[in-house]
């Protein structure tokens, strides 16, 4: 997975929400899709796995789910 590609993804505000980042970016279909891939622990932050639907996503925060990876930036 180190090999894979970062796409960036713009958010208008300081920050964004994981569960609204994930259906920005096209990683989960809905909300509910976005829930369980958290719930699921299949979504990392900065390298982490994250739980928290709610966590606060900042510039320069990368995000991957299923080997895709976004990096946040600010517009």
Not at 41 to 50: F, M, P, S, W, Y
Request: overall charge negative.
């Amino acid at each position: 997975m180190a090999n894979s590609e970062t796409f960036p993804i713009q958010i208008r505000d300081e920050s964004i929400r994981l569960g609204q980042l994930l259906k920005l970016a096209s990683l989960a279909d809905d909300g509910f899709h976005a829930k369980q891939l958290i719930e699921d622990g299949l979504v990392q932050v900065n390298g982490e796995i994250e739980t928290r639907r709610g966590a606060q996503i900042r510039n320069g925060d990368t995000v991957t789910v299923h080997g895709e990876t976004i990096r946040v930036e600010t517009a």
